[in-house]
């Protein structure tokens, strides 16, 4: 792979943080191409490990202690209803004056939804100021953000009242069940946090978060000959339909909470009946006590359809990120971008989404955080994913711009 030397940290002297970071704009135009291309999909474990490699070279200058650290594997249920393990990449880990009276955690992704299978894999110019490619948006153009906000607060004399901590984690997209752990410590030992997803296509953040749980039920029939005694077997199939039928009735019955049957797998050859059948759903909750309301509601049902003769049924699975609500400390920060971004004439706009991200995992922790500081893009999770070129540098600014002030005392963090 031909990989350039990470960014030149010289600068004429004299020159404000922030015009520096202007000037790295083209720089990092092709080092997002770069990273675009370098295919990064939660399960491409090495692929994941190229991209946190590259993320050391590029943050190397800054001087951070650095370490790669191995997460539990990704646990999932199979086709047969079987517990199945696949091994994820390493998740990186910065940190810099761990003591510093103000310390800020910071953290991206280094997976995209794109494995190594599919078809989008090539980023490319769109002709006006935007580039496609996958997880130009989501989330590389966030991870290169973070690079030139934390340089430019490292080029203030004024950076010794800030300690950081940056967390590029391996597994976002499939729920980051096994950087969890790595989030909540952090969470714990920072003031406030800066997630670098992307923000909307208008350049709007996100403040309130729906949270999110995903489940299984493993359905166990009976297998017969469909025609020679279909009677002495247990269609795996219709129960989990029906079922099915039951759990898509929930949506409408408590307001915020929405459920979706995503996913459905039984049977084979058509002579005989189905023994087994893989239900799968993914749960969204606007409250925080209408997880246990869904988790009792849908437990019945399994219960009772557990109950027919010749049937056994699995419930598997959980929340595992909870609602994120904007608290008091969430919004003091957003208070505290809003005017960084009105001294860069960004009219920042917060408003609420049914999607989740760390920063719902952050949220549980206490820690407040706003989570859509990346760059400007669209379309993500899909071959049209897009970002803003010049939004890099903007977003970079707006997360500088705190940085610094928080550095020189001109705004605090009580
Ligand atoms: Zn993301």
Known sequence: MDMPPPL??????????????????????????????????????AGVDACGARMLELFAPLGASAERIAVAPYRYTDDRGDWRERPLGQAVRLRLRPDAPLRVFLCGHLD????????????????????????????????????????????????????????????????????????????????????????????????????????????????AHAGRNPEDGRNAIAAAAALAGELHGINGRREGLTLNVGYVHGGGPLNIVPERCVLKFNVRTSRHEDEQWLLDTVGRMVEQAGRQDGYALELRGGFTRPPKPVSAGTARLQQLLGACGTSLGLQLQFRPTGGCCDGNNLAAQGLANVDNLGVVGGEIHSDREWMRVSSLAERAKLSAALLLKLASGELTWS
Request: no cysteine; charged share 25%.
């Open 112 to 223: 995209t939804v794109f494995g190594a299978e599919h078809p989008f894999q090539t980023a490319r110019p769109m002709g006006d100021d935007r580039l496609n490619g996958p997880g130009v948006a989501d989330l590389k153009g966030g991870l290169l953000t973070m690079l030139l906000a934390l340089s430019a607060l490292e080029r203030s004399p004024q950076r010794e009242r800030i300690g950081w901590e940056v967390l590029f984690n391996p597994d976002e997209e499939i729920g980051s069940q096994g950087s969890a752990p790595l989030l909540a410590e952090a969470a714990r030992r920072n003031h406030f946090g800066l997630v670098y997803e992307p923000a909307y296509s208008d350049g709007g953040l996100a403040s309130e978060r729906k949270g999110s749980g995903n489940f299984d039920i493993v359905v166990r029939g009976r297998a």
């Open 8 to 45: 030149s940290q010289d600068a004429p002297a004299g020159a404000s943080p922030l015009h520096w970071i202007d000037d790295q704009a083209a720089a990092m135009r092709e080092e997002l191409l770069r990273l675009s291309n370098l295919n990064s999909g939660s399960f491409n474990a």
